[in-house]
T-cell receptor, first 112, second 108 residues
Framework: DVKVTQSSRYLVKRTGEKVFLECVQDMDHENMFWYRQDPGLGLRLIYFSYDVKMKEKGDIPEGYSVSREKKERFSLILESASTNQTSMYLC???????????FGQGTRLTVV | RKEVEQDPGPFNVPEGATVAFNCTYSNSASQSFFWYRQDCRKEPKLLMSVYSSGNEDGRFTAQLNRASQYISLLIRDSKLSDSATYLCVANYGQNFVFGPGTRLSVLP
């Protein structure tokens, strides 16, 4: 079974802190994604990566950056956390072609 | 413009009912489509892939109409455990675009 693991299930951070969310997948997938999910807004793509050291902005990249130094790991960075970044963050990975995406268990981030 | 729209819901149905969800997508170049199920406070999980005109898996049937850019999901003989939010997904290049989801509550 494909496994996508996010480093934390719940996280509470203070405004202005730098926050790292880590995601690891074990299926040698090329494509990895970071989404945030908010009530009424659905899943919104923040960043994605289709190869090591490659990254592309999604629909809402402002206030975020990403890092993909190794194929299995995709990190989301909140440079200076703000309260409007309180959300559920979901990492996903997908192989090449038209195959489905697999999600991590999600990180519920609260910025106070 | 990339967009996936779904029935707003929520759908409240009795056990044993048949329920259908509708989804439309705006990108005519989309080639792959999926239905995901998401339980409260959990991650989305794949329910069905829809690669050709449709797919059936037990009580679940998905249909694709490329001309109308429309996907549907039919659930027969609803169970209490079917209560969840159902997300329609279409690919947009290498990315997936998710619909906002339709919440289903199956009542005893």
């Amino acid at each position: 079974d494909v496994k996508v693991t996010q480093s934390s299930r719940y996280l509470v951070k203070r405004t202005g802190e730098k926050v790292f969310l880590e995601c690891v997948q074990d299926m040698d997938h090329e494509n990895m994604f970071w989404y945030r999910q908010d009530p009424g807004l659905g899943l919104r793509l923040i960043y994605f990566s289709y190869d090591v050291k490659m990254k592309e902005k999604g629909d809402i990249p402002e206030g975020y950056s990403v890092s993909r130094e190794k194929k299995e790991r995709f990190s989301l960075i909140l440079e200076s956390a703000s309260t409007n970044q309180t959300s559920m963050y979901l990492c996903a990975s997908r192989g090449g072609g038209l195959f489905e995406a697999f999600f991590g268990q999600g990180t519920r981030l609260t910025v106070v | 413009r990339k967009e996936v729209e779904q029935d707003p819901g929520p759908f409240n149905v009795p056990e044993g009912a048949t329920v259908a969800f509708n989804c439309t997508y705006s990108n005519s170049a989309s080639q792959s489509f999926f239905w995901y199920r998401q339980d409260c406070r959990k991650e989305p999980k794949l329910l069905m892939s829809v690669y050709s005109s449709g797919n059936e898996d037990g009580r679940f049937t998905a249909q694709l109409n490329r001309a109308s850019q429309y996907i549907s999901l039919l659930i027969r003989d609803s169970k209490l455990s079917d209560s969840a939010t159902y997300l329609c997904v279409a690919n947009y290049g290498q990315n997936f675009v998710f619909g906002p989801g339709t919440r289903l509550s199956v009542l005893p």
